[in-house]
């Protein structure tokens, strides 16, 4: 609701603007153009905030897992890093790949989860390069004229896919705390503008990782499709559910205690008598507690008393019927 204006306010106005005080003919302060982020109605957002934070804790604990084997394999130092977790649809990350691009094509172990869409994962040429002169024992310099349409050699796809196939295989430690994943190397596609390896208007979830060496550096991109982190986003609600409110194991922990063994020792009465009196001791004597015959026996168990009962007869055994509990329960 706007603001409405006091006699004397209109007044003051007024008395300003005949005295030239107020410029009528000035224009208006120009407000800053607030902005707002666009929303596509046409591909709405499936993931939360939520889950995209929980798949950079994942992703950022992946990369911590490949740099220290990438460090071990070419004797040498790297830094990776998360460096963007973006929800997009397909066609925005396959209009940037090239003929010259290398694909790797890997899969989840459980096929309820990985439907038929594979996730892809995309290395940088150049920074692939130099990884592989490392391996061959070279210092790993990246080439300073490297034409942008660059094609592997056969030998060197091969050094791609071992060194891929070597990061996809670690993939699923770093998912063992929300669920157990394992992740396998398909194949490799070596135009993948050839090939529809997902539906260009699919929803999947962009992973990228910085690498960083001494004299190089790329990227690292997984692509998982939506689909697929739908199912494992599902299944991790199930486990979680199961975890907080099934979690109701009285019956088991009971029935593992009913099989244990627990000595319980019903105590008379307690007497002090010298040594001389016990090494004199024969059948049929008699030693004086200094208690009534009537008075209740004490049930100790691990050396705590816990009920006190009366001594009598079950089916022609002694036994102890208890009568008050000590401790509570």
Not at 161 to 175: H, K, P, Q, T
């Amino acid at each position: 609701m706007a603001e409405v204006l006091s006699q004397s306010q209109i007044d003051a106005l007024l008395n300003a603007a005949r005295s030239g005080e107020m410029n009528l003919d000035a224009p208006a302060e120009e407000q800053p153009e607030k902005k707002y982020k666009k929303y596509d109605f046409y591909s709405p957002r499936k993931f939360t905030k939520e889950r995209l934070k929980m798949l950079n804790s994942i992703f950022e604990g992946y990369a911590r897992v490949i740099n220290s084997r990438i460090n071990a394999l070419l004797h040498t130092t790297c830094e990776i890093e998360v460096e963007s977790i973006e929800e997009q649809r397909y066609n925005e990350f396959s209009n940037a790949l090239t003929e010259s691009d290398v694909l790797a094509l890997a899969k989840i172990d459980l096929e309820k989860l990985q439907e038929e869409t594979p996730i892809l994962v995309h290395l940088d040429t150049g920074v692939a390069l130099t990884m592989m002169d490392r391996m061959m024992g070279g210092s790993g310099e990246p080439e300073p004229e490297l034409p942008s349409n660059y094609k592997l050699t056969d030998l060197e796809l091969n050094m791609y896919e071992d060194l891929i196939s070597d990061m996809i295989r670690v993939l699923g430690g770093s998912w063992e705390n929300y669920i157990t994943l394992q992740f396998d190397y398909v194949r490799t596609e070596v135009n993948p503008t050839l090939v529809q390896l997902i539906g260009f208007d699919e929803t999947v979830v962009l992973v990228g990782l910085n690498i960083k060496f001494p004299n190089s550096e790329g990227q690292l991109s997984l692509v998982l499709p939506g689909g697929m982190l739908t199912n494992i986003f599902a299944e991790i609600g199930k486990s979680t559910t199961r975890h907080t409110i099934g979690e109701d194991k009285s019956d088991e922990i009971f029935g593992s205690l009913r099989e244990s063994d627990l000595e319980i020792v019903a105590e008379l009465a307690r007497t002090t008598l010298l040594l001389s009196d016990i090494y004199h001791l024969s059948v049929g004597d008699v030693v004086n507690i200094n208690r009534p015959k009537d008075a209740p026996v004490y049930l100790n168990i691990g050396g705590r008393r816990w009920f006190d009962g009366r001594m009598g007869v079950h089916n022609k055994q002694k036994a102890v019927k208890i009568g008050e509990t000590y401790i509570k329960a």
